[in-house]
């Protein structure tokens, strides 16, 4: 139906930087909100950031001023732009989209497989 393919996380050093992406595909009229959550391990899922097809966004307190998420509603891919991270940013991050499906008065929501961040030096 809808899927979700997140890619760009990896092992990085604390200070460093990284840019993660994901891309929707399948029988979409259109894209609502598109996000990041993450989960570190033995920790509930968390908000990083969203943001409107208009391009209104929002973001977790602990990722304000270092992360910035954008999006390219012509290529149905969010982006979230990662720097100054920080060990306590290690956890697996989940692209999170509410979606318009043909047929459908409503939205729905699918969410990637998740992509891992490890900051470590």
């Known amino acids: 139906q809808v899927q979700l393919v997140e890619s760009g996380g990896g092992l990085v050093q604390p200070g460093g930087s990284l840019r993660l992406s994901c891309a929707a595909s399948?029988?979409?009229?259109?894209?609502?909100?598109m996000g990041w959550y993450r989960q570190a391990s033995g920790k509930e899922r968390e908000l990083v950031a969203t943001?409107?097809?208009?391009?209104?966004?929002n973001y977790g307190d602990s990722v304000k001023g270092r992360f910035a998420i954008s999006r390219d509603n012509t290529k149905k891919t969010v982006y979230l732009q990662m720097n100054s991270l920080k060990p306590e940013d290690t956890a697996v991050y989940y692209c999170n989209a509410n979606v318009w499906l043909p047929g459908t008065s409503y939205l729905m929501e699918f969410w990637g497989k998740g992509t891992l961040v490890t900051v470590s030096s």
């Open positions: 399948g029988n979409i009229v259109s894209i609502n909100r």
């Open positions: 943001i409107t097809s208009g391009g209104s966004t």
